[in-house]
């Protein structure tokens, strides 16, 4: 098989698709959770914090690697038992959250302060700021970096190959292992990779140019003068 039959073949596809999956559920996973745990690190309960900052001490400080084989392998010892795929999610996802915690964490703190005091002033709980007017002044700080986490999330999933989850890896692996065409096999895994990381780039871009036209538009709104109440638009008589 030539490099292009291969890539075109319909085990690289189907390698695609399930890398494709693994990335989305991994990252929806870890950035759901991400937004909890950095709430829960900025909340006022002292013991919450302390066990978030345990949380993403413990995950940022070993490997994904080390993270996967251990869910992998030990999670069946107690009862647990998952399919290869579940536990790439599993470990992929829990090692997630406690880097979009962080980057939670400094997009919230980036919103003024100012406006949580004006949203208070008209009456608005802490809820309803902390969904109406501090998160979507957030979303534009977090998306750049959480697109680049996407990205880093899509090669990542690379690893799920050893805990033989059938992705785009362990397809290449098993494609050279067959016909010894190493470069062949290698270089079509290659292909798909850039055509899913061109794909969350190019998406991300848009959402980015998307909120930053409805960030100018309220811009502008906020800037438009206000048109002055004339006498004949309040006073019968001038009618």
Known sequence: MTFLDKALSSDFFNASLLTFELTVLSMAL????????????????APLRWLADGYIWLF???????QLIFIFNVLPLWGLNFSPFVCAVI????????YMAEIVRGGLLGVDRGQRTAARMLGLSETKILRWVVLP?????????????FIGMLKTSALASVVSVQDLMLTAQRQAAADFDYAGSLGAAALHYLVLTTVFTLAVRQIERRL???RRAAGRRAKAPVAPVTTAAVDPAAR
């Not at 870890?30 to 309960?45: E, I, M, N, T």
């Not at 470990?91 to 406690?98: D, G, K, P, T």
């Not at 957030?138 to 697109?147: K, N, Q």
């Open 30 to 45: 870890g950035v759901a959770g991400g937004v909890l745990l950095a709430l829960v690190k900025g909340g006022p309960l």
């Open 91 to 98: 470990a992929l996802s829990l090692n997630e959250v406690a």
């Open 60 to 66: 940022r400080g070993t490997p994904v690697l080390l």
């Open 137 to 149: 002044q957030a979303a534009r700080l977090i998306l750049p970096p959480t697109g680049n986490q």
């Open 212 to 214: 930053d036209v409805t």
